[in-house]
């Protein structure tokens, strides 16, 4: 297994003994729910650490709507690298009732090729260019796993220096000062740039983002068969009838019946995996270092339609292997077997969802089956009345899901310092969750 340089570091150090790791903010605080979910403790971040483990997977070779069936294959993937769970391309998805103010994400400008340097590096501004969704039942307070932090690297000791030189200790991470000067392993670090960026202010703009969802018709867009439903399609303003092409999306999901993803605004070509024939198609963000943020309200409301068996009012933010969604997201073909590789642990990551009618705790999860996954107990506020920006940082091998200050700025670049900063691990912080997903 290859580690960061810095987490090779810290195998050689022991965890203080206030770390607060994910076992121990449950430790006295965990309860179930009615609905079968547990709850811990509340917490501002959570940190998931070393996700990079090896494994395989079956990805989708076929989809053929004559028969009824698709085909697979087996694909095994190592710890890292674009097959990886969570390293490749990832589709961002949405579910309300939820209102979205801003959309952001970044990548650190060395690790992108130049064939995949699209969205705002290369583009002008334009409008045209999961199955984990559903409820979770947890069988215990996934967050009772105690924890060291051996492999995390921010965070002190009487050995070590750590990689920064302030934690924060705010409820919430704010933006960190530029410094021309920083370097990490000696060298000069690249800054994170902002590849994609949506705001629903008046009049609401995208650049390297379009907005879909599974209501493919093939008089408008994507398509719809009897054997596998609808394909991915563009979307009206509020995300719940499928439109001919891009339509400006107005920041507004009314109901937990309406979902919608999010791609770069780079169509599909031979560089995807196989997609679904005749579906709207474009790649996901990739890389396995990638930031993403948002803006966004999650009032309540119930769901209005006459399918009252879904989960209404349960509003959710996660990630998905892009290969998922561009297949088919939700169902199996004629023989029960699931179309797209979800099922076999091609990867998801829900980084803010709520999982009960009502509920105002929202939380996180890895999915990943057949390969190491788990979700923290702990959890986040759900931001009633009121905005909240959220941050997810996939970097050194692990996942940040943290609230921002108010005043944090989406600016068109971040400093590592900035994004070090927002991830920094304080041992004595009792709100900032350290979960081990690998040794």
Partial sequence: MTYPLLATISLLLTVPASARTSGQLCSGTASKAADGNWYCSEVTAITYRNISQSGAYNRTVGIDPQTGLCSHERVSYPGTGSLTPLFGQLSMHL????????????????????????????????YGAGMGSEKRRDKSPSGLYD?????????????????????????RRSQAPASPSN?????????????????????????GIVFVANLGDPQKSGTFDYAFGNSLGFVTNDGSKVAPAVTPFDGNLQTSEI???????????AGCDYYRPNSVAYYGWDGEDKAFFIEFQMDHADNVGNDQGMLSDAPAWWFLNAAIPRLLQYGNDKNGIPCSCWSTGCGEFDAFEVLGRGEERAKSTIHRQGNIEGGDSNYFRRPVGRTLKFAVIFHNYNITAVALDDGFDFSQSLSEDTIASIIAYDPNSSVHSLYAVGD
Wanted: proline share 8%; net charge positive; glycine share 4%.
């Fill in 259 to 269: 979902e919608i993803a999010a791609f770069t605004d780079k169509p599909c070509d």
């Fill in 147 to 171: 924890v060291d932090a051996k492999l995390f690297p921010n965070f002190t000791t009487k050995t070590s220096q750590p990689t920064h030189s302030t934690f924060l200790k705010l409820p």
């Fill in 95 to 126: 579910r309300g009732p939820m209102k979205v103010s801003q959309i952001a994400a970044y990548t650190l400008t060395s690790s992108i090729s130049n064939e995949h340097r699209h969205g705002e590096l290369d583009r002008v501004k334009s």
């Fill in 183 to 207: 370097k990490v392993h000696g060298a000069a670090v690249a800054p994170w740039s902002r590849v994609a960026y949506y705001t629903s202010a008046a009049p609401a703009q995208a650049t």
